[in-house]
């Protein structure tokens, strides 16, 4: 699952759908943002504006008729529309009992709600909040302690009567509270006028979880989306990955499949495809000119050689004998360089990738061994094996042992006498194979090391030595053949001016691999 999801976090398409998704769901957000922003913010700012004003015209009242005349318009504030001074129930009820009546009958007929409001004196409390269960959102007593220095804005949950039997014990009020200030006294009647909000905060409440709604949706669309739409390109970018792994084993038929929609992807796998067939005609080409060269040129350099040896032996035991056995040398090499040149560039073209086969190198590399310990003895040089059983690589038996042959006839061609070479094969940490050859000869600078892996490339120092520069190119070419890693390192030498060699065939993890016990590498 995890693996999976790493995967498909690495497709190029999935993240850029992703990206586009969030950044959609962002502007979601923004633009129902603005609309609560809008609707509900601007209505609750309308709200508190008309509070402002009425407490500016409320102090205007005090400061003219003191706070029986604000009593008074608090009382009148709490009547209905339709029950004004002007009405004649109202001048019946006051003439009957005073400012006093007037209240008692506006909350027996049912106070209009739309303004809350609360008048205290020492003497009096006034308001239809006065007698309602009053809570403030920050859980205080109530709204008018402390020293009332200023004006604060308030919100607060209160009982209104009108829906006591409708279920809804409470409402949520926004107002503004203070003290009102006298020449005589710092403060003298707190006053609170507030608005009833509950409407416009159960729409607030609403239109925010809309918007959480909706981001989330738009987010979860997204996310399937962007996963659909880059599971659709993978399987047309893994076509193209196919393609690519099987030209480079040599599959040079191989072509990119097409749909004929005349889109990017389409029109990319025909491109691909003309490239692969031209591709193809140069490889022919390069391969019967490179099969009528070895045809041509084979032939006449082995009958010159063997001209040469013939008449050398014609010639007995003398200087011309010596130096036409030496002609005949020359022209073995150049035999042997020719064959090389054509070996290597038949294995960059993937030839022979169809041949590899599960093998146990152990036994091809005890006869090599066996093999080259008597050619070391006689070079003066130290040799050991350590060779491990039941390590099953893919390879193919004949070039596997021509390039550990190359790379034990290196070691013994550059390390000088007494030195030691190492023949070891193992399994590591990860279940890779490395076969290794180490010697303490002068070795290669690490900013040479894969220079020499070119053809017919040779370090200054070893140019006075026989060769053609070919065998490192032969052993990397093997390797790339095999998926192998061909890797230099500092070998066996403790001195810095001979640290000597360490070349490592390292063949990738084969699957269904015994488990035995494991190296270090």
């Known amino acids: 699952m995890f693996a999976a999801l790493q995967k498909l976090l690495r497709n190029t398409l999935f993240r850029l759908s992703l990206l586009g998704a969030f950044l959609f769901v962002v502007s979601l957000f923004a633009a129902l ?52 001074e002007s009405d004649p129930a109202y001048q019946r009820t006051y003439d009957l009992g005073g400012i006093e009546e007037v209240s008692r009958a506006v909350f ?37 302690t402390g020293n009332g220095t200023s004006f604060s804005k308030i919100e607060f949950f209160y009982r209104d009567p009108r829906t006591q039997d409708e279920g809804e014990s409470e409402r949520r009020g926004r107002g503004i509270a203070g003290y009102f200030k006298s020449k005589s006294t710092d403060r003298l009647g707190g006053i609170v006028v507030a608005r009833d909000v509950e409407a416009t905060m159960r729409t607030g409440a609403r239109v925010r979880t809309a918007i959480l709604t909706s981001s989330a949706i738009a987010l979860l669309l997204g996310l399937i989306s962007s996963w659909y739409v880059s599971r659709r ?17 040599g599959h040079l038929d191989r072509r990119a499949p097409r749909n004929y929609s005349e889109d990017e992807m389409d029109m990319l796998a025909e491109h ?51 130096i036409l056995f030496a002609a005949a040398g020359d022209a073995g090499e150049l035999l042997s360089t020719f064959d090389s040149v054509l070996r290597i560039a038949r294995l960059e073209a993937g030839e022979r990738r169809e041949l590899l086969k599960s093998i146990d190198p152990k036994p091809l590399l005890d006869d090599l061994a066996e093999l080259y310990e008597p050619a070391c003895e006689e070079a003066g040089l130290g040799f050991t094996a350590k060779i491990s059983d039941k390590t099953k690589i893919l390879a193919d038996r004949g070039l596997l042992s021509q390039a550990v042959s190359n790379l ?12 030691r070479i190492h023949l070891e094969s193992r399994r590591g940490r990860q279940g890779r194979v490395e076969i290794s050859v180490s010697d303490n000869g002068p070795g290669i600078p690490s900013w040479d090391r894969e220079r020499v892996k070119e053809r017919f490339v040779r370090l200054d120092k070893s140019r006075t030595l026989p060769g ?9 070419a093997v390797a790339d053949l095999h998926r192998a890693e061909f890797k230099m390192d500092d070998g066996l030498g ?4 001979a640290p000597g060699l360490k070349s490592s065939l390292i063949f990738p993890r084969r699957k269904n691999q015994s488990t035995e016990p494991r190296g270090d590498a």
């Open 33 to 84: 943002g603005y609309i609560y922003y809008a609707t509900i913010s601007s209505e609750l700012r309308r709200v508190d504006r008309e509070i402002t004003k009425e407490i500016a015209e409320l102090q205007t009242v005090f400061d003219r008729g003191g706070a029986a005349r604000v009593v008074r318009e608090v009382e009148l504030g709490n009547l209905p529309a339709d029950y004004k």
């Open 233 to 249: 390109f993978a399987r047309r970018v893994e076509a193209f990955n196919r393609l690519a792994t099987d030209v480079r084993a």
């Open 108 to 144: 027996l007929r049912g106070a209009n709600y739309e303004g809350l409001y609360i008048f205290q004196t020492p003497l009096s409390t006034v308001g239809n909040l006065a007698e309602q269960v009053v809570q403030t959102t920050e859980r205080q007593e109530g709204f008018l």
């Open 494 to 497: 403790d001195e810095p001016d």
């Open 468 to 476: 053609s520069g070919l065998g490192l190119a032969l052993v990397d």
């Open 408 to 419: 034990l006839e290196n070691a013994i061609k550059y390390t000088p006498k007494g030195g």
């Open 272 to 322: 691909l495809n003309a490239m692969l067939d031209h591709i193809d005609r140069l490889m022919k080409a390069m391969r019967y000119a490179g099969d009528s060269v070895a045809h041509d040129l084979r032939t006449p350099l082995t009958r010159l050689r063997t001209r040469l040896e013939s008449a050398a032996v014609e010639l007995g035991d003398t200087k011309e004998a010596e």
